[in-house]
């Protein structure tokens, strides 16, 4: 047996920080919230193809026929969604929030999954107001599921946004990362598993529909 227990404040804070580094905070909005000063951290979007699973939230899909969750998603009601397109970022979420220890933090690293829809509409602010980490955005969005509208106002920043010191990108590649069967399986059936995400901060329903109707707003 290693080190199976540490002491005080700091290492508690380590301890947690290292447990979190395996899943990815959702920049997720309520319908009606509105937020100021969002910035979008990635120069390009990460495309994949996601499920969304009922209490759990987003897993990768393989784009294989040997998707596990494909397969799940087949069968009669199922919680496993079907697989959908999703453009993801880093992005900074400028709210306060308090971590787990109780400390107030101003603003985080978050994963932003999107639709197509919004993915064109952040792609015609780019063509207009230059890369994506020059951009200050304030975004609101109405509705939930299908009918979701999203409004997006930019303004374009002199500078690409730097992050305040201590905070880092998520590892795209490494957080989306399809999970295996047999990870799947431990997590959706099993009811233990380390690399489970947490569940704060996890949209509680699926909002980018590629295949949706929304009705933006100009801006
Ligand atoms: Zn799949």
């Known amino acids: 047996m290693g080190n199976w227990f540490s002491k005080g404040y700091d290492s508690a804070q380590e301890q947690i920080a290292s447990t979190a580094s395996k899943f990815a905070r959702d920049f997720f909005l309520k319908s009606g919230e509105e ?13 994949i193809r996601a499920h969304f699973v009922k209490g759990y939230g987003w897993f990768t899909c393989t784009q294989d ?9 087949a069968q009669p009601h199922s919680t496993v969604g079907k697989a959908q397109n999703q453009f993801v970022f880093n992005v900074y979420d400028p709210r306060e929030f308090t971590t787990k220890v109780g400390d107030t933090v101003n603003g985080q690293v978050k994963i932003w999954r999107v639709g197509i829809n919004l993915l064109r509409m952040l792609n ?7 890369p994506y ?7 609101s969005k109405l509705g939930t599921g299908r009918n979701t509208t999203w409004n997006v106002e930019v303004e374009r920043d002199e500078n690409p946004f730097t992050l305040p010191e201590g905070q880092k990108l998520y590892d795209l590649e490494e957080i989306l990362k ?4 047999e990870e799947i399986a ?5 009811g233990s598993y380390d690399d489970a995400p947490a569940f704060e901060n996890l949209p509680f329903n699926n909002d980018d529909e590629d295949d949706e109707e929304v009705d933006w707003r100009k801006t």
Do not use: H
Request: glycine share 6%; charged share 35%.
């Open 186 to 190: 431990a997590i959706l059936d099993g």
């Open 65 to 73: 026929e040997d998707c596990p969750l494909c397969m799940r998603a």
């Open 124 to 130: 015609k602010k780019r063509s207009k107001y230059g």
């Open 35 to 47: 937020v100021k000063g969002v910035r979008i951290l990635d120069d390009d979007s990460t495309n």
């Open 178 to 181: 399809p999970k295996t069967k």
């Open 133 to 139: 980490p020059y951009l200050i955005l304030e975004i």
